[in-house]
């Protein structure tokens, strides 16, 4: 009886007890102390990477859509993914330069958003507001946006979610897509929690595809400012400063005197300073107007108050001062990030002349990066078709045709031996864990063989099924040489720094095999070739029943 009475009163503890820190567990989540990350239903759903999913859209007037898709504007559709019906929802295309490109090949392979709850409010996919398909457009791997993603993810960088996606219209077969995450409200309370910071996408460029990705949630469109060209003005008009121990600084790739970049290739356009972007784009403080970083605060994602830009302009000046870096940079986050970004060498970029794809979080005051747009990584921009110059591309000069100085959100990295050392050791990490221990050549070779029969009888692709198994094994093949290079950076064998490559290049990993176009990219001034009669119709408009550029731009649909 006595055992009985004490185990009554253990059990009533155990419950009090329970309650107490259930309570307790309430009260930090809502008042932020503790913030992780949100499971979301649609994660394991269409983001299941096992498998290739399917999506049906269903229009009423679909020739009539494609003909207003320059426009960007929504119109009515149903889409059926994976056997589940999702009525009156809104489709609309989507691009920059990929939205005029698509135009003016003459094909009509869009990207498209899929918007849920643009004609039923509250409408979502298990908790997703809206969904990219991306057409994969320049990429004859078909793998590019998703090699990098599942990089960055793997590293532990706060990316968006994919997967492949077989399209069908309206009953008949369109295509093989890649269905990506947009980085909006669904993707920041994935990432972050209910209670969110503020979200931006800089952007100068306006490159004929309006919105870009990912447009705001409940916003006016952004505006889009020109290039200013020159190079911005530091805080105080000062250049910016070096610490002492700089003799493992340097900046970015330099020019040979024949023009080439160490290992040859050539640099990417835009001129000098900030290329085509601008000076707050690149993140770089001017002054405390607002006026001045325009382009941050007109492609605001998030509704932002006055208190929220004097707050992000204040973390700018302290980021470019370079002053308690940590108080204003998620200093593992956004290395984590750059660790990826770096090894992909995607020059339409951040650290590339355009200065832009991608986008800024902010909250209480501390900055980080979070990735768009990779179709073009791995040399597809404009600029060097030589593979050496790319498979040994210096970690620690990673900005493309300008100086590391002039983007305050990386040269923090190199202004400090202790940044530099977490930075190194992250990208070793990152190589042993995704290259050293096998993953990656298991896992490219997993989704080539899932993706093949797809890509075979895909009829509105860019580039023939041929053109894709090249490309997925070039692929395979630069990005074990990468590994193999940034291991001889990090160990000292091989130069990190452009100059110490212009000075030695004798170490530098042989990639004369490699054939860069093969991936697919930017014409890099190549020209194009036919695997198939052309008919040139007087006004340098080549129309083909199948033809095939060698830089993944056209296939006309028939």
Known sequence: MSTCKHIDKICCAALIFSMILAVLVIGMGASGIMEVSAKIGYESRLFDTARVHTVAIE????????????????????????????????????????????????????SFKIEFDHYESGKNYYGLDKLSLNNIIQDNTYMKDYLTYQMMRKAGADAPLCSYVNITVNGEDWGLYLAVECVEEAFLERNYGKNYGNLYKPDSMDMGGGRGHGKEFDRQDAGSGLPDGGRPPMPGGEKPQRPEDDDFIDDSPQLRKDGSMPGGGRPGGGGKGMGMGSSDVALVYTDDEYDSYKNIFENAKTAVTNADKDRLISSLKQLNEGVNIGEVVNVEEVIRYFVVHNFVCNFDSYTGSMIHNYYLYEKDGQLSMIPWDYNLAFGGFQGTDDAASLVNFPIDSPVFGDTTQSRPMISWIFNSREYTQLYHESFAEFIAMYFDSGYFAEMIDDVKDMIAPYVEKDVTRFCT??????????????????????????????PSTSQGQAQDNTSLIDASDIDISAMGGMEMGKGVSFSSKSIDKGNGTLYNENVSFNTCVAKHRI
């Not at 009423?60 to 119109?75: A, N, V």
């Not at 094994?473 to 950076?489: H, M, N, Y």
Request: glycine share 8%.
């Open 59 to 110: 229009m009423e007037d679909w020739e009539g859509f494609i003909t207003t898709c320059t426009s960007e504007e929504y119109s009515l559709c149903s889409v059926v993914i994976d056997d589940e019906t999702y009525k009156n929802v809104g489709i609309r295309a989507k691009g920059n330069t990929s939205l005029t490109q698509v135009e003016r090949y003459g094909n009509d392979r869009y």
């Open 465 to 494: 099924y041929e053109e894709f198994l090249k490309g997925v094994d070039t692929l395979k093949e630069f990005c074990l040489l990468r590994a193999e290079s940034i291991e001889g950076q990090l160990s000292g064998e091989i």
